[in-house]
């Protein structure tokens, strides 16, 4: 069976960091990007963040950039999202998703937020989600 789990989620207070794992089961991670999304209550899924195949660039949303690092572990079939300085409005279910980037040409930073958009709806697959509370 060929499916992404995230795990790391959890309770911390604000200012505090948490580190979330996206693990790929069937299906090795290196020929697709992944992206992190997150869903906070009453609101809409957003792209937090995006790592690109084959040369791993990344980007981030406005409110992530400089607390939030994305990377990736091909050994581990891994991916992951450190976020430090942990603010209320972080909490969420963050979920991990994956899109097969079938060129495997490198895609110019100009195009990472597009294709953090598109994998909104065209993702190959999505996880199950990991909740994330930031409270004090």
């Known amino acids: 069976e060929q499916l992404v789990v995230e795990s790391g989620g959890g309770l911390v207070q604000p200012g505090g960091s948490l580190r979330l794992s996206c693990v790929a089961s069937?299906?090795?991670?290196?020929?697709?990007?992944i992206a992190w999304f997150r869903q906070a209550p009453g609101k809409e899924r957003e792209g937090v963040s995006i790592?690109?195949?084959?040369?791993?660039?990344?980007y981030y949303i406005d409110s992530a950039k400089g607390r939030f690092t994305i990377s990736r572990d091909n050994a581990k079939n891994t991916v992951y999202l450190q976020m430090n300085a942990l603010k209320p409005e972080d909490t969420a279910v963050y979920y991990c998703?994956?899109?097969?980037?079938?060129?495997?040409?490198?895609?110019?930073?100009?195009?990472?937020?597009?294709?953090?958009?598109?994998?909104?709806?065209?993702?190959?697959?999505w996880g199950q989600g990991t909740r994330v509370t930031v409270s004090a």
């Open positions: 998703a994956a899109v097969l980037h079938r060129r495997q040409a490198s895609l110019p930073p100009e195009q990472l937020p597009v294709v953090l958009f598109d994998m909104k709806t065209q993702s190959d697959y």
């Open positions: 790592i690109s195949s084959p040369d791993s660039r990344t």
């Open positions: 069937g299906f090795t991670l290196d020929r697709y990007h």
